[in-house]
């Protein structure tokens, strides 16, 4: 089993960043691909940004809908996965969740095994 817990949610203005964390433990030696996930309400979860696991050089891979405004990292001991959101906008108000899969390069969440319980993000405008 693989836990997954988010922090770093909250309520920003227009424009606003905030960092996303979550915190990785279990037994994670499957794992290869870590990703960021969305919800919005009567939307379904969206791919945001994912990242290797296994490859400490690898860059991210983003959502268009945010690209060259969030950054996904981690940390080179495998304990923690981040997202760094910048000039947020209305539109990227959700529930967001991070992943864990042993498909290598997958956006798709019915391809990730592990969730976290998610956290949210309102960006008010």
């Known amino acids: 089993q693989v836990q997954l817990v988010e922090s770093g949610g909250g309520l920003v203005q227009t424009g606003g960043s905030l960092r996303l964390s979550c915190a990785v433990s279990?037994?994670?030696?499957?794992?290869?691909?870590m990703g960021w996930f969305r919800q919005a309400p009567g939307k379904e979860r969206e791919f945001v940004a994912g990242i290797s696991w296994t490859w400490a050089g690898g860059s991210g891979y983003y959502a268009d809908s945010v690209k060259d405004r969030f950054t996904i990292s981690r940390d080179n001991a495998k304990t923690s996965l981040y997202l760094q959101m910048n000039s947020l906008k209305p539109e990227d108000t959700a529930v967001y969740y991070c992943a864990a899969t042993s498909k290598y390069g997958s956006r798709w969440a019915r391809d990730y095994e592990y969730w976290g319980q998610g956290t949210q993000v309102t960006v008010s405008s």
């Open positions: 279990g037994r994670t030696f499957k794992t290869t691909m």
